[in-house]
């Protein structure tokens, strides 16, 4: 019988005041009330440490890098001592047969009940030759760990629907992992995905111990339920016709919308303009560069990143942004400004509300 959450923060010498922080951080990670916080102290309370294996196929592993480098402060908690990450190649100490050893003993000590984190597409072509790892492909050790994981999470575009790996011609026959079992897979696609969003979906898992309300593509609704153009801070550009024509023109220094350069957010499920990267600092669109789809399946065949396509997939009700510059009568830039913190304010608080929502179903 192993020690409880609770049990394992006391032996660090946590209080009792830390420990009720760390839930409250806990419960806004996973996208949840305050008046959730009871729960998440009880449930770590009562819990033991879950043990989690995870899986590195075909990826660049910038899904470990987002993951150890979120800012909030629980997450040393969270990878060090809530959960028990008993397997994952870049960051443990065994190697060779020592960690294969570390892997079967999970499996075999925690059937039914460990975590399988999977970051990277697994090859099929050629029977599999392209992604081995101590002389086992890469399908092959998924399937075996798979087998009786009570949750499986899929880091990253790669893991969620190929990304880079999977584009055309796709020579090794890079496969997304939901298509290699029969389990439900939780996709938390992003290239990569954000850090808060990956430990707020872990979080999840453990405090509520069920899988987050999925969208169609097995997505956690909370955190890919808007669209990265919902909240862009650029949007009111976008609604005025300001558009950026070139890189570096006047519209560019005064921070018109990118939809013309190629933007995607208007295709794009995904936090960012939401929660932002690095603490909340900024993302890609705020630094200057538009959108290009990163969480969304054949992102890659989607078209050149930086040529407006007049038509994107599954782009519908603003397909005349092209022409809305000719219709929308002339806004003060101070207008928009305004008009811009207003609406993010206003889109912000919609997006907590549905967040509460989606909890309560
Ligand atoms: Fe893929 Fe992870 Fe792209 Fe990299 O490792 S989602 S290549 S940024 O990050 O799997
Ligand atoms: Fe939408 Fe992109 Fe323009 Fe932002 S920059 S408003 S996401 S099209
Ligand atoms: Fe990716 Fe677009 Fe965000 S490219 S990082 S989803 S702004």
């Known amino acids: 019988m192993g020690h409880t959450i609770w049990e394992e923060a006391q032996q660090k010498g946590v209080s009792r005041r830390d420990f009720l922080q760390l839930c409250a951080a806990a419960a806004a990670m996973a996208g949840l009330s305050q008046s959730s916080v009871a729960q998440v102290v009880s449930a770590f309370e009562k819990k033991e440490k879950p043990a989690v294996v995870w899986l590195h196929f075909q990826e660049c592993t910038c899904c470990s890098e987002s993951f150890i480098r979120s800012t909030h402060p629980i997450m040393a908690e969270v990878l060090l001592d809530v959960l028990s990450l008993n397997y994952t190649e870049t960051l443990m100490a065994p190697a060779g047969f020592q960690a294969e050893k570390s892997l079967n003993d999970t499996i075999q000590n925690n059937k039914g009940k460990y975590i399988v984190l999977v970051e990277g597409a697994v090859p099929t072509h050629d029977g599999g030759v392209y992604c081995m790892i101590g002389g086992k492909t890469a399908e092959s050790i998924l399937k075996t760990v798979l087998q009786d994981a ?87 550009n976008y609604d005025a016709g300001l558009f950026v024509e070139s890189w570096d023109d006047e519209g560019a220094r005064k921070g018109y919308c990118l939809y013309k350069m190629g933007c995607r957010g208007p295709v794009t499920y995904n936090a960012c303009s939401v929660t932002k990267w690095n603490g909340g600092l900024s993302y890609p669109i705020q630094s200057g560069h538009n959108c290009i789809g990163c969480p969304e399946a054949g992102y890659w065949d989607n078209g050149p990143f930086y040529q407006h396509l007049a038509s994107f997939p599954g782009f519908g009700i603003e397909s005349t942004a092209d022409t809305v510059g000719a219709v929308v009568g002339v806004a003060t830039l101070a207008g928009v400004a305004a008009h811009a913190v207003v609406t993010n304010v206003r889109k912000r608080k919609v997006i907590a509300e549905v967040h509460v929502e989606d909890q309560k179903e």
């Open 150 to 236: 009570a949750a499986v999470i899929a880091w990253g575009s790669c893991a969620s629907n190929g990304c880079i790996q999977g584009a055309k011609p796709n020579p090794t026959g890079a496969t997304p992992i939901y298509k290699l079992t029969d389990k439900t897979v939780i996709n938390v696609p992003g290239c990569p995905p954000i850090a808060e969003v990956m430990v707020g979906v872990v979080t999840h898992l453990l405090v509520l111990g069920q899988i987050p309300a999925l969208d169609s593509q097995g997505r956690p609704k909370e955190f890919y339920g808007r669209r990265v153009h919902d909240t862009c801070y650029r949007r009111p």
